[in-house]
């Protein structure tokens, strides 16, 4: 169990959206419906680091199928105010994914901007089909029209950390998934 004695970090929670437990049950039925929509093939998993690397971790272990791993960097940064530069790419694919079965992995789908943008390059190497998965989805919050495959989460538009989801880089190891404090929220900006 997640105490504050063992887990200071969650002291710097206004409240947990989403416990450790709930995360491990909806992982694993995740994993099961993956399964099930790629038969017996293998599935060349790309994961979009930094956020997605726990959720990959956990999802890839309940997926029985053949898997290759790559992983990908994009910076979306972002501030307080409206204006919000593009998604950029930092680090690049390592694998051939020409005629392979893409499942591309996010933590969460806000504005859709990264996602798209991925999901519009992925497509141009020739995969032989594109699927999306992320651990959390704030549907409220779209600017560009995308829905993922797979969805663990549907949650408000909160600032959330945890699980892999950071505030300045921190916060990415607590096991469940929280509202951060509005007065640790300082300086605003949020990648
Ligand atoms: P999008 O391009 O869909 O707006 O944003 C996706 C990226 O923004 C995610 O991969 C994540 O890095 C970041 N992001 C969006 N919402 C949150 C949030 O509530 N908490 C954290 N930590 N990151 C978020
Ligand atoms: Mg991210």
Redesign the pocket.
């Known amino acids: 169990m997640l105490t504050r004695k063992k887990f200071p970090l969650h002291a710097d929670l206004e409240n947990v959206l989403v416990t450790e437990q709930a995360i491990r049950r909806r992982v694993k039925r995740l994993g099961a419906d993956i399964a099930a929509a790629y038969g017996d093939s293998e599935i060349t998993v790309i994961a ?1 680091i ?3 690397i726990l959720f990959t971790a956990d999802l890839l272990r309940e997926i029985p199928n053949p898997i290759r791993l790559d992983c990908i960097r ?1 910076a ?1 940064y ?1 501030n307080d105010t409206k204006s ?1 530069s593009q ?1 950029q790419l930092l680090q690049s694919l390592s694998l051939d994914i020409g005629g392979r079965h893409v499942l591309l992995i ?12 991925v999901a519009k390059m992925i497509g141009k190497l020739n995969p032989a089909s594109l699927r999306t998965c ?1 651990l ?1 989805d ?1 549907r409220g ?4 029209e ?1 829905e993922a495959d797979f969805v663990g989460f549907q ?1 408000p ?5 945890g699980y892999g ?3 300045a880089e921190r ?1 990415r190891n607590l096991p469940c998934i929280g509202v ?1 404090k509005s007065t640790l929220q300082n300086p605003p900006e ?2």
């Open positions: 979009i930094n956020g997605a994009i979306s972002r919000r998604p996010d933590d969460i789908l806000d504005t859709a901007k990264t996602l798209s943008l992320v959390l704030k919050r779209r600017e560009v995308f949650i538009d909160k600032f959330v950390v989801l950071d505030f916060y951060l949020w990648a």
